[in-house]
């Protein structure tokens, strides 16, 4: 089983179809928790296994950045279902989701505060410790931020990076949306990025809603994304790009053309 | 506001965004809004998704409707969460009839006592919500009367 290349796609029951007629697909995603470690796969994922695609499951409800220990029941999920999708890694989010008994229900930021490093580090090393393969973080978009950072986003992300020896799952998006939302040089964080380390690369859309953009992945991807995708890839060419839809679907051509482009902008060999 | 107290903090925060919480001491309070109608947007789909005949009956109304009734009360899970909503609305007489059908349907099918998960019914079982009446026999639900319109 290799590693993630060239252009994928995040796998969504609702898109199964049009993910199974991509001919020239080499890897997707899968979020973990929706799948079962013993039991059969849901159907179109396992004719992708059996068609030797590469299956990343990504995590998104460890919280990993929670100040508790990560819970052992859903660190074992994970593990499980990298073992039975025969994944090369799996990837999860320098975030939090739960805190005090109540579910957030999505991703939320860290301080970005030596006491949160210290918190992801070890959360990180008791997932690589039961994990049967490396795992690739990735740093969300964040409405918000906490009063009292220590670090700017680069230095955070590298101490974490650099205490755990994990990869680093890049989002180009998340990356716009918090360069805009805190009017920020989104190529000021790329430059400082151990861009050497990043396993793969998400691309999703998103929108302006109330005055911040939105990383709504319900939404086409727009061309100050694709453009980041250029400069990324102009710095340091990432092995593999990935398509996150989770809504709002589009006729098949249009989602097409989004993997289209992500190949375009990369110089890679298009998959559809 | 430093040293060993992330957990106490973090928990502060998930209260303000999904129970109503007052806003920790520090935070920008449009962006943490902003954030908190996002989560709420997120957990209306989720709930859409386990309910899709809720949210068609309500239609444009979906987003308000949830968000009305979710804003300030922590998630229970999507099936949990549409179960209440759908309740909520029943004794309110403001559930549509394909509201009423998916919660008739539900409640034939599993035992739900509001407070802790649903459990599948080992035993045939008759659901109504809205004139709609389901019928489950060994797992099976059907439909025995739509909802009146």
Redo the contacts between chains.
């Keep these: 089983m290799t590693g993630p290349h060239g252009v994928g796609i995040g796998w969504r029951p609702e898109i199964a179809g049009f993910v199974a007629d991509l001919p020239r697909l080499r890897f997707v995603e899968v979020v973990a928790e929706t799948v079962a470690p013993a039991g059969p796969l849901p159907a179109g994922l396992a004719e992708l296994r059996g068609r030797g695609i590469t299956v990343v499951p990504h995590g998104v409800k460890l919280s990993l950045g929670?100040?508790?220990p990560v819970d052992p029941a859903r660190l074992a999920h994970l593990a499980g279902v990298a073992a039975r999708v025969d994944a090369p890694l799996v990837s999860e989010h320098i975030a939090?989701v739960?805190?005090?008994?109540?579910?957030?229900?999505?991703l939320?930021p860290l301080?970005r505060?030596r006491?949160?490093v210290a918190?992801v580090v070890a959360n990180v090393r008791r997932a690589q410790a039961e994990l049967p393969v490396p795992i690739a973080l990735e740093p969300i978009a964040?409405?918000?931020?906490?009063?009292?950072d220590e670090l700017d986003e680069a230095a955070f992300l590298t101490e974490i990076l650099d205490a755990t020896g994990a990869l680093l799952l890049l989002d180009v998006a998340n990356v716009h949306a918090n360069a805009r939302?805190r009017g920020a040089d989104p190529l000021a964080l790329l430059d400082r990025l151990p861009l050497d380390r990043v396993a793969y690369v998400h691309v999703a859309g998103g929108a302006d809603q109330?005055?911040?953009y939105?990383d709504t992945h319900t939404d086409p991807v727009p061309a100050e994304v694709l453009d980041l995708v250029g400069e990324l890839c102009a710095r340091h060419r990432p092995p593999a790009l990935l398509l996150e839809r989770d809504?709002h679907y589009p006729p098949a051509a249009e989602l097409r053309g989004e993997l289209d482009a992500l190949a375009a902008a990369a110089g890679f060999p298009v998959v559809t | 506001m430093t040293g060993g107290d992330l957990a106490a903090r973090q928990a502060e925060l998930v209260a303000a965004l999904v129970a109503g919480g007052p806003l920790p001491a520090g935070f920008a309070p449009a962006p943490v809004d902003a954030a908190r109608r996002a989560l709420l947007r997120k957990r209306g789909g989720d709930v859409a998704r386990h309910w899709p005949l809720l949210a068609a009956g309500l239609g444009a109304a979906w987003p308000a409707t949830f968000g009305g009734w979710a804003a300030g009360r922590p998630t229970n899970g999507s099936l949990r969460d549409g179960w209440d909503l759908a309740r909520e609305l029943r004794d309110r007489g403001t559930l549509p009839a394909l509201g009423a059908e998916e919660l008739a349907a539900r409640e034939a099918a599993a035992r739900y006592d509001g407070h802790r998960p649903p459990r599948p019914r080992r035993l045939p079982a008759v659901g109504r919500a809205g004139g709609a009446v389901a019928v489950q026999l060994a797992g099976r639900v059907r439909l025995l009367r739509p909802a009146s319109r």
């Design positions: 929670g100040a508790e939090f739960r805190a005090g008994g109540l579910e957030a229900g999505h939320l301080p505060s006491e949160a918190a964040a409405l918000f931020d906490w009063p009292d939302n109330g005055g911040f939105h809504g």
